[in-house]
């Protein structure tokens, strides 16, 4: 059964700090996702990660992959207010054949950035 | 164009009233899925539907009734829901399910279900 787990679920954080959010998953995986969602809004699609040692930026946030330990990151750098939001991050459920099915996701993280 | 949109964005109903949620897209996508998703909790697969057939149902329980009447629709037809079925339910859509089409999954904004 593929389980994808975040950690922190809760992060406080004040303005202008780093800090970084980690998601483990079960088992095999070529493709990662990272979405933000806003209270009451629907998922954003912020990044998506597809090999091993994949590395993207957007603005403060920088996603990583490592494939082979089945981690990946969301580095917030010098953190802003307007970041506050709750970040999952998932994984495709893939089938026999390759075919792929809905998103496995994490629980989220419930970012709060204060002043 | 990423756009999704489902109409309508807030549903109040009875346990005994008829009603359908509607999820459009124009992007070419060929599978479309319907989560729920409660309060404070990661959204959870319902169906998916490839090229206008059901793929997957998540044992969802028949008082929710998926339809697929064109390649850009999808449709989820509500009858007798239950107060604990209160929820986002998000639409999404991508490109394909097949191993080398796979793409990002595109979210609507979602329609706020509650059943009185």
């Known amino acids: 059964e593929l389980k994808v787990e975040q950690n922190p679920l809760f992060l406080s954080m004040q303005e202008g700090k780093n800090y970084t959010i980690y998601c483990n998953y079960s088992?095999?995986?070529?493709?990662l996702y990272w979405y933000r969602q806003d209270p009451g809004k629907s998922l954003e699609s912020l990044f998506v990660?597809?090999?091993?040692?994949a590395v993207k930026q957007e603005g403060r946030l920088m996603a990583s992959l490592d494939t082979k330990a089945r981690l990946s990151t969301l580095h917030i750098t010098a953190a802003v207010h307007d970041l506050s939001a709750t970040y999952f991050c998932a994984v495709d459920r893939i089938f026999q054949g390759g075919s792929q099915g809905n998103l496995i996701f994490g629980k989220g993280t419930k970012l709060s950035v204060k002043p | 164009d990423t756009e999704v949109t489902q109409t309508p964005k807030h549903l109040v109903m009875g346990m005994t009233n008829k009603k359908s949620l509607k999820c459009e897209q124009h992007m070419g996508h060929r599978a479309m899925y319907w989560y729920k998703q409660k309060a404070k909790k990661p959204p959870e697969l319902m169906f998916v539907y490839s090229y206008e057939k059901l793929s997957i149902n998540e044992s969802v329980p028949s008082r929710f009734s998926p339809e697929c009447p064109n390649s850009s629709l999808l449709n989820l037809h509500l009858h007798a829901l239950q107060p604990e079925d209160s929820a986002l339910y998000l639409c999404?859509?991508?490109?394909?399910?097949?191993?080398?089409?796979?793409?990002?999954?595109?979210f609507g904004p979602g329609t706020r279900l509650t059943v009185l």
């Open positions: 088992t095999t995986s070529d493709r």
């Open positions: 990660l597809l090999s091993n040692g």
């Open positions: 999404a859509s991508s490109q394909d399910l097949s191993g080398r089409k796979r793409d990002t999954q595109y």
